[in-house]
Structure formats: structure tokens, C-alpha cells
């Protein structure tokens, strides 16, 4: 399966300790997006990343989380100090333009389950 | 606030009932998705439509993008235990390019 790959599924942090979600894009994809769902809530766009470059972080709350995609290795997102409102399932997203439509179309990962006590 | 708007939020219904989830915004979209999501699992699409009036069909399931860009429904005909999940709709806008705006969701549950 050569889709999204992201690691941990699962992360379990105490308060205050760093937590670091890993994204490989699918084959070819060299754009990447990361959303944060809660229970009951819809995906929120956190931050769009192209190669070594932030395209659009306007998601991303701006204490504590940062996002990286260097030229070699996967996409990081990193939460410093958490807490227990970071909870959340985290998900990376990689994306091509639809050949038909033109439209962006995103490819999910499987997502990282963070859990803070 | 929540750009896109989904109705219902539950529908459970009974194996081969028919049913129609809605998305609605004030907003005009480039382009409109649906995604189907499983617990534990990551969004998958089902369809992107981007042409206002536009229709589409995946076997069972009907998709409509609204005259005016601003909405979408989902058709389903003659549900089956197997369309039990989360039905998503997102919409790209021209001005932020690559992201997605999403609706809160509607669980679907089909009961045999």
C-alpha cells in the first residue's frame, strides 16, 4: 500500500511533554496538509506544507505547534508542553490535481490518535 | 463558525430505505468533496464535483453540487449495512488554495 503513512497510530503524553506526529506522503504527492478532528467536530485545517516551505499555517495555533516537510525524510508536526485539549486525532493529507476536474484532491493518512493525561 | 453546515447530524435507518444527506453554506465553492470516513480510519473520497448543477453518480450513491456553488447533497438508493460511516462533505475555495473547509459530518448507521 503505497497511500499516506503515519506514525504513531497512537500517542500517549503526560501534560507538559512534546508530542511529534510523522507523515510520509503518498509517491509523487509533494504537497501536505494536516487536520485535527475532535469528537462531534469536522476536520480543521491546521497547516499546508510544500517541500521546505510553510505555504499556509493560518490553521495552527501559534504557541506550541510547529510543522516541518524537509527535502529528505517525512512531515513532522510537533506540539510542545501539551495538554489535555490537544487530544485529538491528527491527520496528514497529501495531494495531486484531479486530471479530470482540476480540483485538489486529498489523500488521508490513517491518523495519529494523540491522547494527553 | 462552520463554513459548511451538514443535516442531519444522525440518520439510521434500515437496510434499503432510501435517504439524502445535505450540505449547505453562504459561501461559493471552487470545487466540492465527499468523503466517506470508517472509526479508527482517515477520510476516503468519494467524489469531487466542481461545476455547479452538476451530478454525479457512484453506483448506488448520487452527488449534486448546487446551481450557485454554494451546496451539495448525497443521494443514497436502497441502503446497505456496507454504507454505515461518516459521510463528509468539504469544499476548496479559490482563494486558499489546497485547503479544505469541512462539515461536521453525518453518521450514517444501516441496520440490517
Known amino acids: 500500500n503505497a497511500g499516506v503513512m503515519q506514525n504513531p497510530r497512537h500517542l500517549v503524553r503526560r501534560r507538559g511533554q512534546e508530542a511529534r506526529l510523522r507523515c510520509s506522503p503518498m509517491k509523487g504527492h509533494s504537497h501536505v496538509y494536516w487536520y485535527r478532528q475532535l469528537p462531534e467536530e469536522g476536520l480543521k485545517f491546521m497547516v499546508y506544507l510544500q517541500k521546505e516551505n510553510i505555504i499556509d499555517e493560518s490553521g495552527m495555533p501559534k504557541e506550541r505547534f510547529s510543522a516541518e516537510f524537509p527535502k529528505e525524510g517525512p512531515s513532522i508536526l510537533r506540539i510542545q508542553q501539551v495538554v489535555r485539549g490537544d487530544s485529538a486525532a491528527y491527520f496528514c493529507?497529501?495531494?495531486?490535481?484531479?486530471?479530470?476536474?482540476?480540483?485538489?484532491?486529498?489523500?488521508f493518512g490513517a491518523g495519529s490518535r494523540l491522547t494527553v493525561l | 463558525t462552520q463554513l459548511l453546515e451538514q443535516s442531519p447530524q444522525f440518520l439510521s435507518i434500515q437496510e434499503g430505505e432510501n435517504l439524502t444527506v445535505y450540505c449547505n453554506s453562504s459561501s461559493v465553492f471552487s470545487s466540492l468533496q465527499w468523503y466517506r470516513q470508517e472509526p479508527g480510519e482517515g477520510p476516503v473520497l468519494l467524489v469531487t464535483v466542481v461545476t455547479g448543477g452538476e451530478v454525479k453518480k457512484l453506483k448506488r450513491l448520487t452527488f449534486q453540487f448546487g446551481d450557485a456553488r454554494k451546496d451539495s447533497s448525497l443521494h443514497i438508493t436502497a441502503a446497505q449495512p456496507g454504507d454505515t460511516g461518516l459521510y463528509l462533505c468539504a469544499g476548496a475555495r479559490g482563494s486558499t488554495l489546497g485547503r479544505l473547509y469541512f462539515g461536521r459530518g453525518t453518521q450514517l448507521t444501516v441496520w440490517p
Open positions: 493529507a497529501s495531494s495531486r490535481p484531479d486530471r479530470a476536474s482540476g480540483a485538489n484532491v486529498l489523500t
